[in-house]
Every structure is written in structure tokens, then in C-alpha cells.
């Protein structure tokens, strides 16, 4: 975390791209969505998000 925290702009150039997740998104030539994907994995990462360690109690 230190690591991080002293180079933080070298990590984080835009910090409005912060929280986005991965995505795909296919548009038309008139802008309309015609193909959208979230990736809810970034987050997403614990079978029980409330108690992502719980899987070390088993």
C-alpha cells in the first residue's frame, strides 16, 4: 500500500477512470447500443460478498 500511495499518480493518472469497471459496448453510426457486456468480476471476486473470508472457515 505504501508503494501505491507514494506513486499514486503514476498509477492513477485519471482519477476520474478510478471505479470503472471492464466493459464492452457496440454502437451504431447513429449512437445506438447494439451490444453491452459488464464485467462484474473487478468487484466482484467473493462468493459472499458480505464475508468475502468466510471460504476460510470451511
Do not use: C, I
Amino acid at each position: 500500500m505504501t508503494e501505491v500511495l507514494s506513486h499514486w499518480n503514476t498509477y492513477v493518472p485519471n482519477g476520474a477512470y478510478l471505479t470503472q469497471r471492464g466493459g464492452t459496448f457496440l454502437f451504431d453510426s447513429q449512437g445506438k447500443l447494439l451490444y453491452e457486456y459488464r464485467d462484474g468480476g473487478l468487484l466482484g471476486f467473493a462468493q459472499n460478498m458480505s464475508r468475502p473470508l468466510s471460504f476460510l472457515l470451511d
